[in-house]
């Protein structure tokens, strides 16, 4: 599931990127008390389903904007692209996904 923030026209959206079909399919935002795609990441990383809100735009007519508007803190991001970095990265302890493994 590929999430983003988007402009369309004036409006600012949500969306679910289909890449292959070169479309966004427009979703409902959570109920939100602070940045609602924040919002939406907590809902289904708590299995909550996604609510389409029945709009689809096309890629190439829409601008994708930071996932996340005006975040509180500042947000680091490690990728684990490959096996020595990450074997590296669950021997540093900042790992919390693996229990220190480096098979």
Same mark, same amino acid.
């Given at each position: 599931m590929k999430l983003? @923030?988007?402009?369309h026209g004036l409006g600012i959206s949500l969306g679910e990127v289909d890449v292959s079909a070169g479309v966004v399919a427009g979703i409902k935002p959570f109920s939100t008390s602070g940045d609602p795609m924040i919002d939406v990441i907590r809902a289904t990383a708590d299995g909550a389903d996604l609510s389409y809100d029945g709009e689809h735009y @096309?890629?190439?007519?829409? @601008?994708?904007l930071p996932p996340i508007a005006q975040p509180s803190k500042n947000i680091l991001c490690i990728g684990k692209n490959y096996l020595e970095h990450a074997a590296e990265f669950a021997r540093s302890g900042f790992d919390s996904s693996t229990n220190n493994q480096t098979d």
């Open positions: 983003a @923030r988007f402009q @096309r890629l190439a007519d829409v @601008r994708l």
